[in-house]
């Protein structure tokens, strides 16, 4: 069963720094773009950054120079290090990668999401 884990959310301090990790594991033949969205309560889901398999970055213009995506294309591995954290930071942010399967199947799977808490 294929399934993206998201893992390192938890309480920061504002200005605080977190990093996290999401892994694809399970029927996997290779998975090309992966991104990092987050929710706030009451809002929309938004794309914060996103990586193609040789490694462009894009990122949104709230996260811009604090936030930096990389990836361990021998782990199917995406990370989102996050510095100078912010209180409207605060939300669940979920992984999402196009994951082509060993029959040659493209799809995009996500994550259930890690909460990122920035709070004094």
């Known amino acids: 069963q294929l399934q993206l884990v998201e893992s390192g959310g938890g309480l920061v301090q504002p200005g605080g720094s977190l990093r996290l990790s999401c892994a694809a594991s399970?029927?996997?033949?290779?998975?090309?773009?992966m991104d990092w969205y987050r929710q706030a309560p009451g809002k929309q889901r938004e794309l914060v950054a996103a990586?193609?398999?040789?490694?462009?970055?894009n990122y949104a213009d709230s996260v811009k120079g604090r936030f930096t995506i990389s990836r361990d294309n021998a782990k199917n591995t995406v990370y989102l290090q996050m510095n100078s954290l912010k209180p409207e930071d605060t939300a669940v942010y979920y992984c999402n990668a196009e994951v082509v399967t060993r029959s040659y199947y493209a799809r995009d799977y996500w994550g259930k999401g890690t909460l990122v808490t920035v709070s004094s």
């Open positions: 990586i193609t398999t040789g490694g462009r970055a």
């Open positions: 399970g029927n996997i033949f290779s998975v090309n773009n």
